[in-house]
């Protein structure tokens, strides 16, 4: 009997040991997906993301440019001489009025000119009074010759004296013509200004012999000035240029500011024209802004002058869009795409269309919509596909109410350039 036992206990042992061996490998398979699910979690990505959303937008164009006169004279001698006189005010700079004496040249051979000229007019005038008086004594001798009227009527000119009173008369004109020239350049021995406004510059000096054309320096007015405002080709679109017809009601608002020791100082231009000209190499086309009285002879104001040759920088007020997305320039790649993070909470990456950006942000008009969620940071592309979690998530601040479009080349790295020069 106990040989019986102990020969079922062996038989038993290797199905005890199997189950024992089952079980304890099915309690192991049950415990697996616990520390998977701990490490997938540890390894989850967790970024932040900004939450962006759909606006109108104003669109602003932002250019720049140098002030310049919107009349701008080079004075230049009419006749020859020596400069006798100077005026105090024909300096750079200097502050004219219309009519106001520039410089004199001497005028002595100009005078002796006009004396001549008028001796000619009263020889002339002697000769047609004396030519008239001949042919009224011809006249009689005429009439007491040709009775019967059997002469021609050519022979009735020369006796008349017809051609010479012509010539006397032809005579008197052109002498009355060289005195009016010689007036007009007795004149022009006085430069005066040809305007109200200011002395860029004189080439000339008392004592100096001039020619006729000599360059004597350059004025411009001072009642008005314009700058000239390149706006990329592609750009143009965002403006709603006025018609020619319709620029005086119809044109964009313009802004230039010009920054002195961090004070930002601003006048309002308005568009004075649209050049039809688009430059061929730089594809811009100009849009000339003119300001009033920017040197501020009219009005006094609490701000600097905006003198010719000040660079400034223009903000012109384009077109309201519809449904723009605005994001930092931080979150595009290279190739204009953005990491979204799904409703799913998977990572994507997303192509947009950038139609303008400025120095901070970058405008979309299709592939983002409201509420949309974009990773920020760096994210390796193996990623795509991946679940995340969002750490922080950051809504953009609100803008001053319109977007600025650079017009000028972005010198930006590697990373932005590709968004800058759209």
Known sequence: MPLLT???????????????????????????????????????????AIQVSSKTQQMIIHSQ????????????????????????????????????????????????????????VAAANTRLAEERGRADVAYLDWLRYNKEGKRSAAAKSLALREPQIAEAAANLTAAKADLAQAKENLARTTVTAPYDGLVRHRSVDLGQHVSVGTALGVCFASNQVEVRLPVAEHKLALLALPSPSTLQTQ??????????????????????????????RSRMLYLVASVNDPYQLMAQAD???????????ARITGKSLDNIVRIPHDVLQTDS????????????????????????YAYIDNGLGDGDKIAI??????????TVSIAKLITLPEDDGDTAVAAKTSTANNNDKAVREI
Do not use: M
């Not at 004279?73 to 105090?88: C, F, N």
């Not at 500011?257 to 430059?279: C, K, M, P, Y």
């Open 303 to 313: 701000q600097p002058l905006l003198r010719v040759g000040t660079f400034v920088n």
């Open 251 to 280: 044109a964009a608002p313009i802004q230039l500011t010009l920054s002195l020791n961090g004070i930002d100082f601003h006048w309002q231009a308005s568009l004075a024209r649209v050049e039809s000209v688009l430059d061929e």
């Open 337 to 360: 795409t953005v990491w979204l993070i799904d409703n799913n909470g998977k990572l994507q990456q997303r192509a947009v269309n950038i139609i303008t950006s400025d120095s901070r």
């Open 377 to 386: 940071g760096y994210i390796d592309s193996g990623n795509i596909g991946s």
């Open 65 to 120: 440019g140098t002030v310049l006169p919107s009349t701008e004279t080079a004075l230049s001698s009419e006749v020859q001489g020596r400069i006798i006189e100077v005026a105090d005010h024909f300096v750079a700079g200097g502050s004219v009025k219309q009519g106001d004496l520039l410089l004199r040249i001497d005028d002595l051979e100009y005078r002796t000119a006009v004396a001549r000229a008028q001796a000619s």
């Open 6 to 48: 102990l020969s079922k206990r062996r038989a038993l042992r290797p199905i005890i040991i199997v189950a024992a061996a089952t079980v304890v490998a099915y309690f192991l398979y049950l415990s697996k997906p616990e520390p998977v699910q701990q490490a997938q979690e540890k390894n989850r990505l967790f970024i932040d």
